[in-house]
């Protein structure tokens, strides 16, 4: 069994300065954490593979296609490969979002 403790994985920051802590990398899933300060967002962009977002902390604004709807803790969002998507924090708190994109984008 193979357990990943989020608190003991390497945090970095993506272009847009997002913290982000790639959690687990398998071929066919790759788990990133991102958490999103008051404010932050990761724009408009696509991958090449599904991806899910599961919001742990907070509410915040998500974009798939021409969708957007405000979201909050334990909700699940879909983008399918190919579609554009965003998401924003757009609260006075935390936003914490677990990424699961399937098959790996870097195993591909």
Known sequence: MEVVRMDEVEEAQTPHK?????????????VVYLKFKPGEELPLHTTKVDVFFYIVEGRGKVTVGDEQEVVGEKEIIFSPADIPHALENAGDGLFKVLVVKTPNPEMR
């Open 18 to 30: 997002i913290e982000v802590r790639k959690v687990l990398k398998k071929k066919d899933v790759q």
